[in-house]
């Protein structure tokens, strides 16, 4: 079984950047990462399809980048400007199709091999 293990969390300001990380035990066509703020749903962030096309939720575009180097099995969220509102666990997982509208959809219920998480916590 795919297990996805991230890392890279923490604190910052507003402002700040982060970088995240996220291993997978093997390659996959579909790598995304998701965030859980407490009392909200999971939603997509970004996502890196056979570590070339990648798609974005609107509320992080221009601020976070996403790459995958699927020959190491890792991914990376490199996330800048934070916001308060960024504050949350993030998660990577992984697509259970290989299809291209699967990782362009972002849908958490899509996919599968859910990390243990990692928290980013942005203060003002």
């Known amino acids: 079984q795919v297990q996805m293990v991230e890392s890279g969390g923490g604190s910052v300001q507003t402002g700040g950047s982060l970088s995240l990380s996220c291993k997978s035990t093997?390659?996959?066509?579909?790598v995304g990462w998701f965030r859980q703020a407490p009392g909200k749903e999971r939603e997509g962030v970004a996502a890196?399809?056979?570590?070339?096309?990648?798609y974005y939720a609107d509320s992080v575009k221009g601020r976070f980048t996403i790459s995958q180097n699927n020959a190491g099995g890792m991914g990376f969220l490199q996330m800048n400007s934070l916001k308060p509102e960024d504050s949350a666990m993030y998660y990577c997982?992984?697509?259970?199709?290989?299809?291209?509208?699967?990782?362009?959809?972002?849908?958490?219920?899509?996919?599968?091999?859910w990390g243990q998480g990692t928290q980013v916590t942005v203060s003002s």
């Open positions: 093997r390659a996959r066509a579909c």
């Open positions: 890196s399809y056979f570590a070339g096309r990648t």
């Open positions: 997982a992984a697509a259970f199709s290989g299809a291209e509208s699967t990782c362009r959809d972002l849908l958490p219920t899509q996919f599968g091999d």
